[in-house]
């Protein structure tokens, strides 16, 4: 693939990404609520338990909130922020992994389980964007250095003294 053609993917794949973050953020911020108050008609729609101590309830909303509020951010910025996008990974991941678990444990609803599935989505596509600019950025200072097995034969040759 040419140079052009990869920068046009390139481009594309973050437009994409930055698409993803301006659409989760609002279900970030409607999620904090139900999981700040669980027994708000949003609450009780994903069938969330009214037994929640409101101190843990009120922590986990501001944590899901405080995630979107840094989606709506990492969007606008002009270069997007790998370890604030990681974190957004992990953390969409590990929803999942909760979710996933209480529900083959019985012990969350269908519907909150199936609304996991998007942030499945954007965890799968955050990492892919990741591990892209990953190897576009090696590939850049291979290039830019030679290939990197030439650069160990080179310093491999420097040390035993040939």
């Not at 609450?43 to 009214?50: F, H, N, S, Y």
């Not at 709506?72 to 990681?86: M, R, S, Y």
């Not at 609803?109 to 942030?119: I, Q």
């Amino acid at each position: 693939m040419t140079d052009h053609a990869n920068s046009l993917r390139t481009f594309r794949l973050e437009k994409l990404v930055r698409i993803s973050l301006m659409i989760t953020a609002p279900f970030n911020l409607i999620a904090a609520f139900a999981f700040a108050f669980p027994a708000s008609w949003i609450g009780r729609l994903i069938e969330l338990p009214l037994e929640t101590h409101l101190f843990y309830g009120l922590l986990c909303g501001g944590l899901v909130g405080m995630f979107g509020l840094a989606y709506l951010w990492l969007a606008g910025q002009p270069d997007l922020n790998k370890p604030v996008l990681f974190l957004g990974v992990c953390g969409k991941a590990m929803a999942v992994l909760i979710g996933g678990g209480l529900f083959l444990a019985d012990s969350l609803s269908g519907l909150t389980a199936a609304l996991l599935s998007g942030d499945l989505l954007f965890a799968a596509l955050w990492f892919y964007w990741l591990h892209t600019e990953k190897r576009r950025e090696d590939d850049h200072a291979d290039k830019s250095s030679g290939s990197g097995d030439a650069r160990w034969r080179a310093d491999h040759h420097c040390r035993s003294g040939r």
